[in-house]
């Protein structure tokens, strides 16, 4: 499977943006030293931060989301596809394709 042209070539999308929003976030500090380690599932692809992980029996590799977005997935999960779905469904549906330090108790006080 090869990469969208976006994450080849990141200086003709938005990936070049996500990249410093990543690396200028404190919360994301340690997740970084992780992947530097190779630790934690933590790793860089493209320059972005995921973290990989284990769902259903299959490999997922998930994208780091900086806190600046949290707000916006948080919205599109429960309200925009979700309707309103509960803690546990929407932190479900987040962890899918993205994570980030505080998901649990950020899909908490956002339902």
């Known amino acids: 499977m090869t990469a969208p042209d976006e994450l080849i070539n990141p200086d003709t999308s938005e990936v070049n943006k ?14 970084f030293e992780r992947a530097k380690n190779n630790k934690g599932g933590y790793f860089l692809k493209y320059d972005l931060l995921f973290h990989r992980t284990y769902i259903r029996d299959s490999v997922v590799d998930r994208l780091v989301v900086p806190l600046c977005r949290h707000i916006l997935i948080l919205d599109l999960a429960h309200s925009q596809v979700g309707c309103h779905i509960g803690v546990r469904r929407t932190k479900e549906r987040i962890a899918l394709s993205f994570t980030w330090p505080t998901l649990i108790n950020d899909v908490i006080k956002y339902c």
């Open 18 to 31: 996500l990249t410093d929003e990543q690396k200028n976030d404190e919360t994301l500090h340690g997740a």
